[in-house]
């Protein structure tokens, strides 16, 4: 890289971190009406077709074991408190099950040994926080790509959007249970990966176990961890308020490509 260039990763993550450091000009972001939060909404779809302009199919970096000088920090949910998450992690998952539905010809039921037992990708990245932090480790896991075409896709599929067992917040609603959600462009890149093993290790808890999502060319919060079911639809309207993740309901990037 020629001295001077900008580091397009270091540029989007410090901008990243400055809209956290709290700022009040930011405060409103989250506001579904605000004045900001339909600008950020708008900048989203001037800059998504460049980023896929300028990306492509190409990897993101990947690295040797050398590299790796720290355990994986976890963020977000570490440990979810449903009964039912509980009850499989104390028999190391044996329980669990991954589900495919929506608008797939052949909905499927996985076990983790299921997911073990598929041709796996090993893939030693950097995860890019938000929040302006980096760490390095090495995932292993089976292609998402693989486990959909085990569902047969319908030609009407555009988007995957995962579920998961941790509940990101509480309200006098009740529970909202994280959401992300990603297309299937970047769906079957080569690096997207359900990965079930950390650093030659099982998934740990508090980053996702048994199974989380790996789309290695965005930001850490589109990884969606604890993912129970993969449901393929051809629009995000009706999930959540409509912008296809929680941090995306929330004034972030729904792309949040790297």
């Known amino acids: 890289m020629r001295t001077g260039m900008i580091d397009r990763r270091k540029l989007l993550l410090g901008s990243a971190a400055l809209a956290l450091s709290g700022c009040k000009v930011f405060d409103t972001a989250a506001d579904q009406g605000s004045t900001l939060h339909q600008l950020f909404a708008s900048h989203e779809g ?6 896929r302009a300028l990306i492509g199919d190409r990897l993101a970096p990947e690295y040797t074991e050398a590299d790796i000088r720290q355990g994986m920090r976890p963020n977000g949910s570490t440990d979810p408190v449903s009964a039912a998450y509980r009850q499989m992690a104390e028999t190391a998952f044996r329980d669990y099950r991954l589900s495919v539905t ?42 998402l ?15 995957a959007v995962f579920h998961c067992f941790d509940a990101i917040e509480r309200s006098l609603s009740g529970e ?6 990603i297309d299937l462009i970047d769906a079957y890149h080569a690096q997207t990966i359900l990965a079930y093993a950390m650093n030659g290790t099982a998934l740990p808890v508090a980053n996702g176990a048994p199974l989380r999502l790996r789309v290695e060319r965005q930001l850490g919060y589109k990884m969606a961890k604890y993912v129970h079911t993969i449901e393929l639809t051809d629009s995000l309207a009706s999930l959540g308020f409509g912008r296809g993740s929680y941090w995306a309901d929330r004034g972030y990037e729904w792309y949040a490509g790297i």
């Open 102 to 143: 929506g608008l797939v010809e052949a909905p499927v039921t996985l076990s983790l040994r299921d997911l073990t037992a598929l041709p796996a990708r090993t893939q030693i990245t950097r995860h890019d926080c938000v929040e302006g932090w980096s760490c390095i480790a090495k995932w292993q896991g089976v292609p």
């Open 145 to 159: 790509g693989t486990v959909l075409n085990l569902a047969q896709p319908k030609p009407a599929a555009r988007y």
């Open 46 to 51: 001037l800059t998504r077709p460049a980023q």
């Open 176 to 181: 909202v249970l994280y959401y992300e959600s």
